[in-house]
């Protein structure tokens, strides 16, 4: 064989300038490992994906993931969008599913995981983002955004979601499957009104002072109305967090 014909089978390596090592590092899935970890309590023995990286140009990595929802090529396929740099229109629309809201979970839990704080820190700015959306983003709606931030213990996003949200005709069914529920956008934003399969998903303190700020604020006694003020509601919101 040639030299022509080695030239031929030669692979060419898109490697980032930012990654000093022209070797071709691999992250590898394990159907059969006998142990999984959970994603609650962080990576075993402390691993971080800066870890891996290397110093020099004389040995690959080797990133060996064992979690089949964490670690899913999606999942991966996403994060990789969040730290390149990409908006979160391309990242959405460039997926590998159309489950945006578990997606959205998930890659927030694996960067949480592999101790990605930069990462991390974009997805949380991107809910925020998505927060101050209201009902206007196509796929992602307010109540996903909620529950999302309350799982994560993000008080400013969760009640950003109270202060933006505004009922309208604009989106009265899901726009997609995969989600923890959905309320059409003509309801308030309560708990009565959340699916019953979602209300496990929030924890009980975002639950109940969702539930209080929408019971105690939106009926006023004196005039018998129904009050709207979402960024008043929002204040009263957190002061419930704290009960």
Not at 1 to 16: F, H, P, R
Not at 103 to 111: D, E
Not at 190 to 195: T, W
Request: aromatic share 10%; net charge negative.
């Amino acid at each position: 064989m040639g030299d022509a014909d080695n030239k031929q089978d030669e692979v060419k390596l898109n490697i980032s300038q930012r990654w000093n090592d022209p070797n071709a590092d691999q992250a590898l899935k394990s159907e059969c490992c006998p142990q999984q970890d959970d994603p609650r309590h962080g990576p075993p023995h402390h691993q971080r994906l800066h870890d891996f990286t290397p110093t020099s140009a004389d040995s690959s990595k080797t990133l060996l993931f064992t979690d089949d929802t964490l670690e899913s090529s999606s999942v991966l396929h996403f994060f990789l969008s969040v730290i390149g740099d990409k908006s979160l229109e391309a990242a959405l629309q460039e997926s590998a599913t159309t489950d945006y809201v578990p997606l959205y979970h998930y890659t927030m839990m694996f960067a949480k995981k592999w101790d990605c704080p930069q990462a991390l820190k974009l997805l949380e700015g991107w809910l925020l983002r998505l927060a101050l959306m209201g009902q206007k983003h196509p796929h992602i709606k307010p109540l996903d955004v909620f529950i999302l931030a309350a799982k994560f213990d993000d008080r400013q996003t969760a009640a950003r979601v109270i202060a933006e949200y505004q009922t309208s005709e604009d989106c009265l069914e899901p726009p997609h499957s995969g989600r923890w529920g959905f309320i059409p956008s003509n309801q308030e934003l309560q708990m009565n009104n959340i699916p019953r399969q979602a209300w496990e998903e929030i924890p009980p303190a975002y639950a109940y002072a969702l539930q209080r700020s929408f019971s105690l604020w939106s009926y006023c006694p004196h005039c018998k109305n129904t009050r709207s003020d979402g960024p008043e509601r929002a204040a009263f919101f957190l002061e419930c967090l704290d009960e």
